[in-house]
């Protein structure tokens, strides 16, 4: 229950004589945290920050810029998923592009991009594949399927990033303090639990994968909390009825077929080694950036935009002096403002005020 979660979280901070940062590192849970008014519940000495687990977010301006270059295209029909659509580029977005009569279609699947290919042979289809290692399994299979059905016609823009070595960055880089990790849920269904030993090993910091809900979440915090007090350093799973300790077996392999990791650039931290997902040599018939010979462009965040400090823990949207003033949900100036796990646009919706978010749910009202 939520009192009592919340009951062991006050108990365990009221022992600690110091402030104690968490990290969230799921674009999911930063969204339940303001939604269900979590950190107005927090300890007065514990906070929680807001990291790099929007896909949308941590996507380099540069890839953004390559995408809405390919959609200039007249014989190419981009595929997207909806978050995609309103993130600024350096010429517009996706959404202005096609209003210009490019052919930008949002897809719910990227097998729809699939069968589009298959069934429109005279156009160059691209899917725009972003995410963590939750969506990489699907581009995979996506690939797969178009390697069956002979289609030259489909390629993917992929930016697919791993979760593991953004951690690493963000504890080696010492721009920011953590005292430990709210592990993401859904990255943790494919790659397991164990993966996140190293983090606890190597850089003592104690990790706990949680659910999405208030009271996961609470409980997750709790733990997390408890080992500080404690002087511990462990690593917990207390979302078992998603997460086991080898993770989807099926889904890592599809990721194994198709991918080998590369250097890549993520928005706020720059280019991490082995940290994102390029498709194999054998494979690269379907990458469109090579398909279509596009350059690479250098990134350029908008001016004055401080979402690469967001989403690494660094600043609160509400240091930004473009937050809710000339960066709103219908005029976004960075992709922490569009997607819907953005941590500016959960800040819009629920916290424009302060600090603290009113709370939806409490101890009084949710047993």
């Known amino acids: 229950m939520v009192t009592e979660a919340l009951k062991r979280l006050r108990e365990a901070a009221a022992a600690i004589d110091r402030p104690v940062k968490f990290m969230e590192v799921c674009g999911t849970h930063t969204m339940s945290a303001f939604r269900t008014g979590l950190h107005s519940l927090m300890p007065d000495n514990v906070q929680l920050l807001s990291g790099p687990g929007c896909p949308v977010c941590v996507t380099a301006q540069g890839d953004i810029d390559q995408l809405i270059e390919l959609a200039a295209d007249r014989d190419v029909t981009v595929c997207t998923y909806g978050d995609m659509m309103r993130v600024p580029g350096q010429r517009g977005s996706l959404a202005a592009a096609r209003a210009e009569g490019a052919d930008v279609r949002v897809v719910y699947s990227i097998m729809d991009a699939v069968r589009y290919a298959a069934e429109h042979h005279g156009r160059q289809v691209v899917f725009a594949a972003v995410g963590f290692e939750t969506t990489a399994p699907s581009t995979a299979a996506a690939v797969l399927e178009a390697e069956r059905q002979n289609l030259d016609n489909f390629s993917v823009l992929a930016t697919h990033k791993r979760v593991l070595p953004a951690m690493k960055a963000l504890l080696e880089s010492g721009k920011v303090e953590v005292d430990g990790f709210l592990c993401p849920g859904h990255v943790s269904v494919i790659i397991g639990s164990e993966p996140y030993r190293m983090i606890v090993d190597d850089y003592h910091k104690p990790c706990v994968i949680g659910g999405f809900e208030d009271v996961l979440m609470a409980v997750a915090l709790a733990a997390l909390t408890e080992q500080i007090r404690d002087g511990a350093t462990a690593l917990v799973n207390l979302y078992p009825q998603a997460v086991t300790r080898r993770g989807n077996i099926v889904a890592q392999r599809l990721i194994e077929t198709i991918y080998e990791p590369a250097d890549t650039r993520w928005r706020g931290l720059g280019v991490i080694p082995q940290s994102g997902l390029v498709l194999k040599p054998s494979y690269q018939t379907f990458d469109a950036a090579r398909r279509f010979e596009l350059s690479t462009p250098e990134d350029h965040d908008p001016r004055g935009c401080l979402c690469g400090q967001v989403i690494t823990g660094r600043k609160t949207p509400h240091e930004c002096k473009l937050f809710a003033r000339v960066c709103t949900p219908i ?37």
Not at 341 to 352: H, I, M, S, V
């Open 331 to 367: 005029h976004p100036i960075g992709p922490c403002m569009v997607s819907s796990e953005g941590t500016c646009q959960a800040w819009f919706k629920y916290n424009r005020g302060g600090l603290h978010p009113t709370p939806l749910t409490t101890g009084a009202t949710r047993q």
